[in-house]
């Protein structure tokens, strides 16, 4: 009764067909954010026919369909549409006929059960490939990194080679937010990026400069092995699942003198970083790793490398410099 007269058969196409559509172009909390604007506008018709007569008005009412939206999303990607159509019937019930209920008690609850819903979406796999993600925000990047190019521009000149004619790998490059300062310095120097959008824009950017460009991923590069003098990565390693995979593929590539330099973002438990990381999450960007300075340091002596030089830069996200070599090759 809750699906059919309570409206729970709009699912299969909110939460069936529309999000179907969605998921192939955005990610999953971003996708039930924008089912829950379009559901919302959809009623709009109604406070105009009827003026809705539920003691709510159509903003936050709009507001409760976005929250809504995330809930039912979950909940059809984790068990199934039948369990999304049984909570909206569910819930168009409780809010026809429970409207007497302090609207500010019923603001909390949803709020309550749409971070629970966020966490618990977390786990959940759509079969997106990462190179995907990253192919939608090859466009927007350079302006998304825009305020940290002066924390890059300092750390470039700390990558105080002597030797041009080191064979040089980038990897994870982007859109080359990093590639600009210090390509020129390197005769034979590849950039390459897992996203196949993100290295057209790198190959666009720097169409003049004499480079090589190849799409990688980190974690399985198809290189031999001891074949490059100096391997770069930035604003990556914070992102890998196994970044244990990524390090041990630099080993394998990297000449036994070689050194390697990696840069990524750090964790600082601040207010403004945790809205920050929030909001990048409903972009389908996560967070996988999260270290502090000297957690970031310590990372990589344990598995296996010795610090040449380290450096904290600020940045909207400070960002954390390490210059590696071996430990093997200590003596």
């Not at 979950?74 to 049984?86: A, E, N, P």
């Not at 990462?130 to 940290?148: C, G, M, N, Q, V």
């Not at 003098?229 to 080993?251: S, Y």
């Amino acid at each position: 009764m809750a699906i059919f007269i309570y409206g729970g058969n709009e699912e299969i196409f909110w939460r069936g067909t529309l999000l179907k559509a969605f998921l192939g172009r955005f990610p999953i909390i971003l996708s039930a954010i924008l089912i829950g604007i379009l559901w919302g506008f959809w009623y709009l018709p109604l406070y105009f026919i009827s003026k809705m007569e539920r003691g709510i008005g159509f903003i936050p009412f709009l507001f409760s369909t976005i929250m809504v939206s995330i809930i039912l999303t979950v909940l059809r990607l984790k068990g199934s549409i039948f369990q999304s159509m049984l909570l909206h019937g569910l819930l168009n019930a409780g809010f026809m006929h429970l409207v007497i209920i302090n609207p500010i008690i019923i603001s909390i609850a949803q709020i309550i059960v749409l971070i629970l819903a966020i966490i618990y979406s977390k786990d959940i796999n759509i079969g997106e490939s990462k190179s995907k993600t990253w192919d939608r925000f090859a466009d927007i990047y350079d302006k998304f990194l825009s305020k940290e190019r002066p924390a890059y521009e300092e750390l470039s000149k700390l990558i105080t080679m002597n030797d041009s004619q080191l064979k040089t790998l980038e990897l994870c490059a982007g859109t080359g937010i990093l590639t600009e300062y210090i390509a020129d310095s390197f005769n034979d120097y590849e950039a390459s990026d897992y996203s196949n959008e993100m290295l057209i824009n790198l190959k666009e950017k720097f169409k003049d400069k004499d480079l090589k460009y190849s799409i990688i991923d980190c974690t399985n590069i198809d290189r031999p092995d001891n074949s490059y003098d100096l391997i770069i990565m930035a604003n990556a390693i914070h992102i890998l699942p196994d970044p244990e995979a990524a390090l041990n593929e630099v080993k394998r590539i990297l000449k036994p003198d070689g050194i390697f330099i990696v840069a990524t973002f750090l964790r600082e438990n601040t207010l403004k970083q945790n809205v920050q990381t929030a909001m990048m999450r409903i972009m389908g960007i996560e967070t996988v790793n999260s270290w502090s300075y000297i957690a970031y340091q310590n990372y990589f002596i344990k598995n296996g490398w010795h610090i040449l030089k380290t450096k904290k830069a600020p940045a909207g996200f400070p960002i954390g410099y390490v210059e590696l070599i071996l430990s093997s090759m200590i003596r």
